[in-house]
């Protein structure tokens, strides 16, 4: 098969590890044709806009896209941001946040949980207005019937696809009825529909304390979207940190998959910026493409290399961004 894959680098550190990763992925015997479009900070102040239309359109016509970092400036008031309105564009209504221990002792072992979130709607619907003369400020919470529904029997497929038994459903229907209370209310009916899924609801303060106390009990954990965005960073700090945090955004036509750090401006040119993550969200894509044997493989060469202590600083390493990628890289030639 012959794939054409949309590279959106972005700012800061993202063409630095986007590449450590095409350099990865032209490793595997796979047809693979890179598309590079613009996006993020820099591209605004070049062209205005953080999003051309060039750059949906490249997304719209490949097989999948692999994104970088941005940076998101303060104080631009005609700024938004261009992953949101990626993610809103394409209906990327899944996102999707793997949280695995890893052979390190940074890591917490026992874990293997998958977090969904809520990607197009919620607290980040960009439905926003200020009043009184800025004295007030007020951001709306949408919930819909539809968005919640897919993304709940996208949550219980991915249990069923990894023979996992239990999927848990975070809300506040407590205190938020109406709204994470219909989130709740169509989970309890989709749950119907897989006998095999134990369905257990959880509200969100005491997952957050869950994750802390007992993350091994989780499998897949499904939630709105602010309450997905805080609880998978909580996740990733417990086998990790954001040096391994990928995500896939996934929806009924397109996905885009990207590590979840920032563009971290500091780091850039310094060679230090762990691709980790990076190199995860490729496998991710390379699952969604249906090449699962590769994916396999680039995850397995990484653990390699983090086990042997080949990795970078952040992990307890000592090797810069390229030192690592090629130690993975000589991995993943010696398993093909």
Not at 102 to 108: A, D, G, H, T, V
Not at 140 to 145: A, K, L, N, Q
Not at 301 to 329: H, P, R, W
């Amino acid at each position: 098969m012959s794939y054409k894959i949309c590279i959106l680098p972005g700012d800061g550190i993202g063409p630095e590890v986007v590449e450590n990763t095409i350099n990865l992925l032209k490793t595997l015997p796979i047809d693979l044709e890179f598309i590079y479009g613009d996006i993020g900070y820099d591209c605004y102040v070049k062209t205005g806009n953080s999003l051309p239309n060039e750059t949906l359109e490249k997304v719209k016509n490949s097989d999948a896209t692999l994104f970088g970092a941005v940076t998101t400036p303060p104080n631009i008031p005609n700024y938004s941001s261009p992953i949101l309105r990626l993610r809103q564009h394409f209906e990327l209504y899944a996102n999707v946040r793997p949280c695995k221990s890893i052979p390190n002792k940074i890591s917490r072992p026992g874990i293997n949980l998958i977090m969904v979130r809520e990607n197009t709607e919620g607290l980040y619907s960009r439905s926003e207005r200020v009043e009184d003369e800025g004295n007030r400020a007020i951001t709306e919470m949408i919930i819909t019937r539809k968005g919640s529904e897919r993304v709940i029997r996208y949550a219980f497929n991915i249990a069923k696809k990894n023979n996992m038994k239990k999927v848990t459903v975070v809300h506040k229907a407590n205190v938020l009825r109406e709204t994470t209370g219909l989130f709740l209310r169509v989970a309890q009916e989709v749950a119907k529909e897989f006998p095999q899924i134990v369905m257990e609801d959880m509200i969100v303060d005491n997952c957050a304390m869950q994750l802390i106390k007992k993350p091994e009990q989780f499998e897949v954990i499904v939630t709105t979207n602010m309450f997905g965005d805080i609880l998978s960073d909580e996740a990733s700090a417990l086998i990790g940190g954001l040096g391994l945090a990928n995500s896939g955004n996934i929806g009924e036509n397109y996905g885009v998959f990207e590590p979840v750090h920032g563009s971290a401006p500091k780091y850039v040119g310094l060679n230090k910026a762990n691709p980790a993550a990076t190199f995860l969200a490729a496998k991710l894509m390379l699952e969604y493409l249906g090449e699962n044997r590769y994916a396999k493989l680039i995850e397995k060469a990484m653990l390699k290399a983090i086990k042997n202590n080949q990795t970078t600083k952040d992990l307890g390493g000592s090797l810069n961004s390229i030192e690592f990628t090629n130690v993975v890289i000589n991995n993943l030639k010696e398993m093909l």
